[in-house]
């Protein structure tokens, strides 16, 4: 049984396969603009697992006949602080926004799982939630910040940081999964696993 990645993140690939998976890559090019602007005022958690379900979904879809019987996962992380979700800045203007509202504070990253296990091409067994850890951000100088933003680096990652990256030098801490920060939560994702009838172990080193 093929293990599908449904995201084209760096991270979460290189998660997956320190942990004992070689997933395949397919990105699911959803729109994900036009699905968050479906959901409104939505919880977060929804929000995120929404957009893992329609990642993992629209991948499902498309691999049938190349992997009839295989694990399609799809995540979405967005971050949370005080009352705004965000998600990827883009752009080094937002970025810097971002920044400036982050810096000394605490955010919550939730990231949203689906896992969709097909069988004979079709999809016969879901299961999808969130995880969430707290992060506690530093104070970058505004030399570091303008060499952090330069880098390229905090544009295409939600909540414009990485844990695992450089952005690294700048979180003081968290409260949770360290997974979960980098984009997908070995703890969630074993679970949801289980959810349809595949035990983790089973997958490791896979061919």
């Known amino acids: 049984m ?13 998660v997956l396969r320190a942990a004992g998976l070689d997933p395949v890559v397919e990105v699911s090019e959803v729109d994900e603009d036009a699905l968050l602007a479906t959901l409104g005022d939505a919880p977060p958690g929804t929000v995120v697992t929404k957009l ?18 295989s694990l399609v996962i799809g995540c979405d992380s967005m971050l949370r602080i005080g009352p705004t979700l965000v998600g990827k800045p883009g752009t080094v203007e937002v970025a810097r926004r971002r920044w400036a509202s982050m810096a000394g504070r605490t955010g919550e990253l939730v990231t949203g799982h689906a896992v969709l296990r097909l069988s004979a091409g079709a999809v ?28 390229g680096e905090p544009l295409a990652v939600a909540g414009a940081f990485t844990l695992d990256g450089l952005g690294g030098w700048f979180v003081e801490g968290i409260d949770g999964d360290p ?21 983790v172990t089973d997958l490791w080193k896979q061919g």
């Open 124 to 151: 016969h067994q879901t299961a999808a939630r969130h995880a969430s850890t707290t992060v506690r951000f530093g104070t970058p100088t505004e030399a570091e910040l303008d060499a952090y933003l330069a880098s």
């Open 179 to 199: 997974s979960t920060v980098i984009g997908i939560s070995l703890p969630l994702t074993r679970a949801l696993l289980a959810e349809v009838g595949v035990i």
């Open 52 to 69: 893992a379900r329609a990642k993992a979904t629209a991948v499902a879809d498309r691999i049938g006949d190349r992997f009839p019987d």
């Open 2 to 14: 093929r293990v599908i990645l449904a995201s084209a993140s760096p991270a979460r690939l290189g």
